[in-house]
């Protein structure tokens, strides 16, 4: 490979490497032919989705006018946003935990940390569900208003995800340099200054990275959700399953595409309003 | 019964219940009773298996919303359901699932005096052995469970579960359901056994049959076999009768068939979960259900047999002659329900078909 | 690293969210499901503790030991397919123009937050045998090809759901990586591929760690993907679980199965975290 130091070709510039682009490409073709295939059958009019029958509009009308599917639509988004903050603060917590401090059973207690990750999702599901019975609360949420009935599941999400944040958050830190921290110490900042304005910027593409794992997690959960939702608390994916187990509507198919279309928008938007000087993207 | 009084079982879970408590360290609010029910419903079903307007309709009649949930199959019905109620109503279980429920106090007895309408039933189904009396059930469709095939690609007529189980001309177009009841089941009414049979050597025979034919299975499918069917990737599978019926009305090639050696016959009832909120709201659905227009409705959506007597006065000579949906009587003759049959044959069942899956 | 009396209240703060969580949120439930590993079943619903082995010496009977064999090796070739294909994206990414990252990124991910089982009857529609692949490669003469419903569409399919699992640690250790180092190694005249083995490789290991372990373990318990991808022979340990739970209806017997799977798999991160906290430098 020629090593030349032209600018935009050198030799750290992986960005601009033929073949790397190419691969890239290769794999995203691989990830996102389903992807175009679901959203081609989305228009067809085949109602079982398995032949090609025609072109058509209705599904989207079909989806449009489906009030349990855009419910559970909504219950899902909810439970994925707020579970994501909750476990995201709540995963690096563990993580700066983990990377700071030495204390005894330090070992054990990592590895007890790791379980969630460890144990079979419906071992999880179940054993919360006889949790939320015996103790009350899963009487006690269901006749909540909107969106506080969520509140099991969103703790069942909370605990399955937390500790992939702070498994992903802690890879990170390992990279640090703790003589950045003593520096900003010597130069008088407080252990808060030293944290927001040191740590959490190093921090922050692990803190990304924990916080879209999070998200991927809770937003596609069906095996826990199942477990601890009631029926005034369907999400998407308890929904699509049952839904699906017997074929495939192109409605559903047209409720993805909708789905897929609204977070491209949003963030190609969102990346409109930030400013291209990023924080912590480095 | 009119306040909402969840009745969740409380076992002998102490130690969770201790700690807990313990770890909360909180009260709940206790729900307040309501003087009447509220004019809502939780009906627990399965997918495509109710009438276009059938909820509508029960609305429009007595102004009591129905949400309906759905699962996609009895364990799943058994798993929500076995730890307390989280809410529903009125549940759709199969018979030997039903059975299993009763036996385990998870439904609760009718109130027959709230159900006039039970009179419109089909005699044969005003009674059954896995719910004698019908104290906790009405009978909602019934079907069959037998072999969905495409006719141009089987030679000659196909009316033997040989096809499925020990016929090597299919090899590799073959899908069988992957529910241990309903495979093991039928390869006893193959072995010419009750499907019932809790025989250890049977099993052992129904076993062997099972994984020396296992080279000609391509998939165990999940209830998507008229899937498979309809898109070419199979070209005999077995299936619930309904499922496949489905499929034949878009496509002439495919055809539905109940084997001679007989097979399994469920019936799908509708039953009140124990600690159901709103019992009073559940009867009179139920109750509606078996109106004839009602009922009539719902099978022409669905295309499964009805028990209701009257509603079959409605139906269409299309449906009542079609043999998928009837089947002959010298078949029905050797078809019989499956049973619950206690714990132990559910765990040894199972570990059969855990060894089939894994040879 | 400080000892934790260092300073107490930064500790305390620190320990207490992520332990009370998951101690009521998490161990307790599941204590009422390891004492179930231990009791008989007495009735449809109800099990009574009675300190029985016999649930943990059920799993060791051949075919379930045949079976959780089979799972591990599945679920290693899909992790190690899922790190030769993360590990350029994330590369990617993180040497991408800074405008593009985001965008990249998402890219990545979006396609894992259409649901499990939709995503996977799509790659059903793509590459069944009158699937799209097939019928492309057929207008160049070749198939049609039986790709579904074998040991290699399980493996497909997990790479297919677990991808973002290895993609996303990889990426929070790439970015970030010093990029100093692999310039000096290249200024000392260490080639392409050799700084790529000998410093960029060692340099991200702790991401690669933290994917496997995030990808390997769930594909491990995975019970959809080979219950939809798989033939008559693709059955996994989490199928078998699963069943426990549902079908069989058997907590006993499921519980002491998925509690055999978190024995060995905490074993393994506890004797790792151990070495670690041992070896002096980088503490993985």
Known sequence: ?????????????????????????????????????????????????????????????????????????????????????????????????????????????????????????ICMGVSLLLFFINTGMMEWSVGMPWPLNLSNIVIAHVAFCFPFVAVVVRSRLIGFNRQLEEASKDLGASEWQTFWNVIVPFMMPGLVAGALLAFTLSLDDFVITFFTSGPETVTFPVKVYSLVRRGVSPEINAASTVLIVITVVATVIAMKLQAPTKTGEG | MTGYTPKFSRKRRSILQGLGALGLGLTFLPRNSLSEEEKKLNFYNWDTYIGETTLADFEKATGIEVKMDLFADNDELFAKLKAGNPGYDVICPTNDNLERMIKANMVTPLDHAKLPNFKNLDPVFQDAAFDPGRKHSVPYLWGTVGVGFRKSKVEGTVDSWKVLFEDDKYAGRIALLGDAKVVIGSALKYLGQSLNSTDPAMLKKVEELLIAGKKNVKVYADDNGQDLLASGDVDLTMEYNGDILQVMAEDDDISYVVPTEGAEMWQDCLAIPTGAP???????????????????????????????????????????????????????????????LGEDVTKMRDETWTRVQAA | ??????????????????????????????????????????????????????????AFDTVYLTIIWKSIWISAVATAFCLLLAYPIAFGICFAPARWKPLLLLLVILPF????????????????????LNLVLGWIGLGPFEMLYNNGAVIMGLVYVYMPFMVLPLYATIE???????????????????????????????????????????????FLTPDMLGGANAIMIGNVIERQFKAANDYPFGSALSFLLMYVTFGALALRAYFASRSKGVDV
């Open chain 1, 1 to 121: 490979m020629a090593q030349t130091l032209k600018p935009g070709s050198g030799p750290l510039d992986y960005g601009s490497r033929t073949w790397l682009k190419l691969l890239f490409a290769a794999i995203f073709v691989a990830l996102y032919a389903p992807i175009f295939t679901l959203i081609a059958f989305s228009f067809n009019t085949d109602k079982r989705g398995v032949i090609w029958r025609g072109f058509t509009l209705d599904n989207y009308v079909k989806a449009w006018n489906n009030d349990a599917l855009q419910e559970a639509l909504l219950n899902s988004l909810a439970i994925a946003f707020i579970a994501t903050i909750i476990a995201t603060i709540i995963g690096a917590m563990v993580a700066l935990l983990l990377w700071r401090f030495r204390f005894p059973m330090k070992a054990a207690y990592e590895g007890v940390m790791a379980l969630p990750i460890v144990i079979p999702e």
């Open chain 2, 278 to 340: 709103r019992p009073e709201n559940a009867h009179a659905f139920i109750n509606f259900i078996m109106d004839p227009e009602v009922e009539a409705g719902i099978a022409k959506t669905v295309q499964y047999g009805t028990p209701n007597a009257e509603a079959k006065k409605l139906m269409d000579k299309a449906y009542l002659e079609n043999p998928a949906i009837f089947p002959p009587a010298e078949v029905v003759a050797k078809c019989e329900p499956a049973l619950y």
């Open chain 3, 1 to 58: 690293m400080d000892s934790w009396r260092g300073n107490l209240r930064v500790f305390w703060t620190l320990f207490t969210p992520g332990t009370f969580w998951l101690l009521v949120f998490f161990l307790i439930p599941l204590a009422g499901l390891f004492q179930d590993s231990f009791s008989d079943k007495i009735s449809i619903t109800e099990t009574a503790f009675t300190g029985t082995f016999a649930n943990y010496v059920r």
């Open chain 3, 113 to 132: 937050w259409i649901n499990l089982l939709i995503r996977t009857y799509a790659l059903i529609a793509v590459f069944r045998s009158q699937g799209y």
């Open chain 3, 176 to 222: 970030r990586l010093d990029r100093s180092f692999l310039e000096a190694s290249l200024d000392l005249g260490g080639s392409q591929v050799q700084t790529f083995f000998k410093v960029t490789l060692p340099l991200t290991m702790p991401g690669i760690i933290t994917g496997i372990i995030l990808v390997f373990i769930p594909c491990l318990g995975s």
